[in-house]
């Protein structure tokens, strides 16, 4: 049992503390950068799928609009998958410079399926409509392409928790490329003060914040010793010819797309200048949500594309192994290392495993104690804040 134990603590410091930490040495001994230098006009096709986004997809557009790119080199394809709103009529108030696609309600892959099918240029640049993009993205994001050994580029996605990191980077930014740009760059920043408003009630926000900022460090390493490990799916860019058509039931589009790359012998890279701005999830559930659709897609990966698991077919097994299977493992490490460590409970040591074990899951139970009153009390304060600013214009106007 106690051999259990062990291995199920070198699984969980592995992935968690040893794979970082092995990233960070082999970036540091053998960093594999890739050729970026200048900015080509290559020719760029924007794919956005929507499903009743029509109350922000005019904002959106707006957005791409805007870029710092030339319109002749920019093609705009929003795929409509079976939309009920108004989503057609705001398509309609852009008819010349956004392509609509229309397809019957089959999900988000079937619907990149059919945005790709209408690229007529040679990156294909895949985005979300919730998010906006800063205003030299998409120059950023076809930058790497200068190289030939790179397949695909993920740019990176900023939070509105993480409103202080960005406004840090786009100070030195607007040091760089002058005054216009900063006040571009003060509207993008207003946004996110906005946003961060809106989440300040999230009682997961700060967490999800920390995480991600994690993950993205991951990202960084991975993509400087070769390939990062999937893409961001609100900002990401690849050749067209590298692009396969995808299962239509595919749950993540932005880990298998940019993996197939991979296994075809390119790389992809992380260009954190290719910024996109988005709010954290606002509520446990929806977080919930998420992390179930991840664990899901990435076991669905492995069914699509066994070879994965395979060294000799996967350029990165290493890295795919530690990051990805390894955290798949990791749940069933933690229930072995919680029942080993009740069964040699009569040691001093293993008991104050256990006890700090315990612990720790009291402390996520509270917290999701804490999730739930505060999500039932949330009405109850809105409606409280309405009275009160009700109240205080009455008596403005007596």
Not at 23 to 34: D, S, T, V
Not at 336 to 360: M, P
Request: with cysteine; charged share 25%.
């Amino acid at each position: 049992m106690s051999a259990i134990f062990w291995l199920s603590v070198a699984v969980i410091a592995y992935v968690y503390v040893g794979y970082p930490l092995l990233l960070r040495a082999w970036a540091r001994l053998r960093p594999k950068p890739y050729i970026a230098t200048g900015t080509p006009i290559r020719g760029v096709s924007i794919v956005i799928a929507a499903r009743d986004e029509g109350a922000r997809l005019g904002a959106r557009i707006e957005n791409l609009l805007s870029l710092d790119y030339p319109a002749n080199r920019r093609q705009i394809i929003v795929v409509c998958d079976g939309c009920t709103d108004d989503t057609d009529d705001v398509l309609a108030r852009y008819s010349g410079v956004v392509e609509p696609v229309r397809v019957p309600p089959s999900g988000k892959a079937a619907s990149l399926n059919a945005g790709v099918a209408r690229a007529r240029f040679e990156i294909l640049v895949f985005a979300d409509a919730r998010q906006v993009f800063a205003p030299d993205a998409v120059r950023e994001l076809v930058a790497p392409f200068q190289d030939p050994a790179v397949g695909a580029v993920t740019g990176e996605l900023l939070l509105d928790c993480e409103s202080a990191l960005f406004s840090n980077r786009r100070a030195m930014a607007d040091r760089r490329r002058g005054h216009s740009n900063q006040l571009r760059g003060v509207a993008l920043e207003r946004r996110v003060r906005a946003d961060r408003r809106r989440t300040i009630l999230s009682t997961i926000a700060d967490g999800v914040g920390y995480y991600w900022r994690y993950e993205k460090q991951l990202r960084r390493l991975e993509s400087r010793v070769g390939s990062t490990l999937g893409a961001t799916g609100a900002i990401y860019a690849m050749r067209r010819a590298l692009w396969r058509p995808l299962p239509a039931d595919t749950l993540l589009d932005d880990v298998l797309a940019p993996m197939r790359v991979v296994m075809a012998g390119s790389r992809v890279v992380f260009n954190e200048r290719a910024r996109a701005f988005d709010r954290a999830t606002q509520d446990a559930d929806a977080e919930s949500r998420r992390k179930i659709r991840t664990l899901a897609g990435n076991y669905q990966i492995l069914w699509i594309e066994p070879g994965l698991l395979l060294p000799w077919r996967n350029p990165v097994w290493l890295q795919y192994a530690s990051h990805k299977i390894g955290r798949l493992l990791v749940p069933y490490a933690m229930l072995a290392l919680f029942f080993a460590s009740i069964a040699l409970s009569g040691s001093t040591f293993y008991r104050v495993i256990l006890a700090a074990q315990v612990t720790f899951y009291m402390l996520a139970g509270y917290g999701a104690v804490l999730e739930l009153t505060s999500r039932d009390e949330a009405p109850a304060r809105q409606s409280t804040a309405r009275t009160d600013s009700a109240r205080r214009a009455a008596q403005e106007v007596a």
